[in-house]
């Protein structure tokens, strides 16, 4: 009986683990990146440069404020690809921790403290500009 619990209790924190933002194929990237566009409820659009295999970034400016980017860095490996990082306004990105990380965040407690976290996922301030990140998804 020992055994079975560890084994249970082992697998859950695997699963936990696993992240259903790595390994992906072209068209699950771009899935990932649209439904974090969408999200948003920005209606980013596409920097002419914006996709940029090289330096694995895909890029996005808000046509109403050009200030305002909406940023997905990922990486590229042999079985796939890896969101590691998305970046833009806190206003942006909030609305994707909460739909997709921690439904019971609160965006003063979040923007006050600087930083959230979910497993290995945080959610926090650059500290040199005004721009929040999401990474390690």
Same mark, same amino acid.
């Given at each position: 009986?020992?055994?079975? !619990?560890?084994?249970? =209790?082992? %697998? *859950?924190?695997?699963?936990? =683990?696993? *992240?259903?933002?790595?390994?992906?194929? $072209? =068209?699950?990237?771009?899935?990932?990146?649209?439904? /974090?566009?969408?999200?948003?409820? +920005?209606?980013? +659009? =596409? #920097?002419?440069?914006? /996709?940029?295999?090289?330096?694995?970034?895909?890029?996005? &400016?808000?046509?109403?404020?050009?200030?305002?980017?909406?940023?997905?860095?990922?990486?590229?490996?042999? #079985?796939?690809?890896?969101? +590691?990082?998305? *970046?833009?306004?806190? #206003?942006?990105?909030?609305?994707?921790?909460?739909?997709?990380?921690?439904?019971? %965040?609160?965006?003063?407690? &979040?923007?006050?403290?600087?930083? %959230?976290?979910?497993?290995?996922?945080?959610?926090?301030?650059?500290? #040199?500009?005004?721009?929040?990140? !999401? *990474? $390690?998804?």
């Amino acid at each position: 009986m020992k055994k079975l !619990i560890i084994f249970f =209790a082992f %697998a *859950s924190f695997i699963s936990n =683990a696993q *992240s259903r933002f790595i390994k992906l194929d $072209s =068209a699950k990237l771009i899935k990932h990146v649209e439904s /974090f566009i969408w999200l948003t409820e +920005v209606n980013y +659009v =596409a #920097d002419k440069n914006s /996709f940029d295999w090289g330096y694995n970034n895909y890029q996005f &400016v808000n046509p109403k404020n050009e200030k305002d980017l909406f940023t997905i860095r990922f990486e590229r490996r042999a #079985d796939g690809f890896d969101i +590691v990082r998305v *970046s833009g306004t806190f #206003d942006s990105l909030f609305k994707i921790w909460k739909s997709d990380f921690d439904r019971k %965040a609160d965006a003063d407690t &979040v923007k006050n403290t600087g930083f %959230a976290i979910d497993g290995r996922t945080r959610f926090n301030k650059n500290k #040199d500009s005004n721009y929040w990140s !999401i *990474s $390690s998804l």
